[in-house]
Antibody
Framework: EVQLVESGGGLVQPGGSLRLSCTAS????????MHWVRQAPGMGLVGVAQ????????TYAESLKGRFTISRDNGAGTLFLQMNSLTTDDTALYYC?????????????WGQGAMVTVSS | SLELTQPPSVSVSPGQTANITCSGK??????TSWHQQKTGQAPVVVIF???RRPSEIPERFSGSNSGDTATLTISGAQAVDEADYFC?????????FGGGTKLTVL
């Protein structure tokens, strides 16, 4: 069974840092681009960052460049998101996701999400 | 980067047809998918590659994409279809979602 399990969320003060992890299982992790998508409370979905299967290519949402870093460890089947200089606007549920290919380029596999709350 | 615009809300009576649009520059040249999200749940794909429907999704869901607009159509909408709907594109840039449309069926 394909599974994505996020961890590392929590409460952090403005200006702080947090590192999210996503443990993948049930598929060949290194074959797929992986994505972090976030959803602020009551708001829409926003692509945050994505990384190629071999980890050599990354793309970020323009507004987040320089503060967030996506990486992966294919040997451990784990995706990471390092978040620095956090602001209250970064408060959101962060999903680890990917497009399995069964539905073209549609993002069709989602973790349960990791909640990040930035507050003093 | 690509921006996708959706109406914030659409309201129909049960049995009516709901059309939800997604607008973006030259969107018709890109594959668009549609996701349904119910409260407290992760999104689910209802349409992919503009008009293809996953086998588990009811036939009343259909899609089209031309010019600058993609459209999700729910023919004979039911109360169970009440949800937020997001369009999504992923080609050479960061995966992009529309702002979402809240569908009300009452």
């Amino acid at each position: 069974e394909v599974q994505l399990v996020e961890s590392g969320g929590g409460l952090v003060q403005p200006g702080g840092s947090l590192r999210l992890s996503c443990t993948a299982s049930g598929f060949i992790f290194s074959n797929y681009w992986m994505h972090w998508v976030r959803q602020a409370p009551g708001m829409g979905l926003v692509g945050v960052a994505q990384i190629s299967g071999d980890g050599t290519a990354t793309t970020y949402a323009e507004s987040l460049k320089g503060r967030f870093t996506i990486s992966r460890d294919n040997g451990a089947g784990t995706l990471f998101l390092q978040m620095n200089s956090l602001t209250t606007d970064d408060t959101a549920l962060y999903y680890c996701t990917y497009a399995s290919g069964w539905h073209g380029s549609a993002i069709d596999v989602w973790g349960q999400g990791a909640m990040v709350t930035v507050s003093s | 980067s690509l921006e996708l615009t959706q109406p914030p809300s659409v309201s129909v009576s049960p049995g009516q047809t709901a059309n939800i649009t997604c607008s973006g520059k030259k969107l018709g040249r890109k594959y668009t998918s549609w996701h349904q999200q119910k409260t407290g749940q992760a999104p689910v794909v209802v349409i992919f590659q503009d008009s293809r429907r996953p086998s588990e999704i009811p036939e009343r869901f259909s899609g089209s994409n031309s010019g600058d607009t993609a459209t999700l159509t729910i023919s004979g909408a039911q109360a169970v279809d009440e949800a937020d709907y997001f369009c999504q594109v992923w080609d050479n840039d960061i995966v992009t979602f529309g702002g979402g449309t809240k569908l009300t069926v009452l």
